[in-house]
């Protein structure tokens, strides 16, 4: 009779242990955070619930680990939730407002995700992966949905590599900063390398306004407005990427400087190349495949000078001849 009580209570205190073990390791797992600024070096891992805004702040590294799940909570432009007024660079809704350094390193079998928290998510639930005046930032095998904008930068320096965007506002966009005096990376051009990304589903893919870069290796369609929206001046390359189903392919608006050559850009709703009203210098692009060697079919889906001769030409001799090989990811 001893020994069978002695069992019983060794067998109780057993359960006991384990309910406390499970039960902290769910309370470590499962994490709200916002509405603060970070003062260390900083690791997440395991479910993450953002709540507000997060900073990380210059001289701070926030590390993501992979398997992480992020999911923000939707808040309104007036709530006591933000770190800053909702006006350019920041964004109304929750955000990760990164002025020191974020490297999210996912694998291809443990992804890190950036969701909505909401029961029916939808685009610009929360704001943004938000890079302001700083570098060496990564995101690696990440999956990042129903954000206004999935990855912004102003003046800042951004690796993007084998990720998904999807169902997002506009996946990615960035630019030089000259509106919003005195905010971290006002006047200074990003410098964006986006390579062997899928970005579908958007309402666009992506956005880069008077910056550098190397956009390599993505597929980029069935965006609802463009795949690639380029404006003023800009440096780089728009090389061996897929871009079909877009609405535009890729759009100009007073652009220049890029080198577009060697992309599958066919396929897409209304143009797989057009200029804005205001494009006034001649867009030279070079061996692209269109999905035709048919002229007028290739001509047919380019909107320039051709329909208004106010608009600059599209040059797109050479055209390719066949499928680029290694187009895509």
Known sequence: MIATTSLRRGLILTA?????????????????VG???????????GDIVVTGDVCVPPGITLTIEPGTKIRFRKIEAESDRNLFAADSPYYPQAEIIVTGRLIAKGTPERPILFSSAEGKPKPADWGALN??????????????EYAYNGVHAHGAQVLIKNCTLTKNSVAISFKKEEEAKGSPGFGIGSDLVVSGNLIEGNKGGINVRKSSATITHNI???????GIYVKEECRGEIS????????????????????????????NNDYNLAVA??????????SNWYGTTDRQLIEAMIFDQKVDPDMA?????PVATARIAGAGR
């Not at 509405?35 to 891992?45: H, Q």
């Open 277 to 286: 009203d205001e494009q006034e210098k001649d867009i030279t692009l070079g």
């Open 313 to 317: 030409r599209i040059v797109v001799e």
């Open 16 to 32: 006991l242990i384990i309910l406390v073990v499970v039960s902290a390791q769910r309370w470590r797992a499962i994490q709200e």
């Open 131 to 144: 890079f302001l005046g700083n570098t060496a930032n990564v995101l690696e095998n990440c999956r990042i």
């Open 35 to 45: 509405k603060e600024t970070l003062t260390k070096d900083t690791t997440w891992r």
């Open 220 to 226: 980029i369609r069935d965006n609802k407005s463009f």
């Open 240 to 267: 061996r990427n897929v871009i079909t189903g877009n609405k535009k392919g890729i759009f100009f608006y007073r652009a220049s400087g890029l080198n577009i050559t060697g992309n599958d850009i066919y396929d």
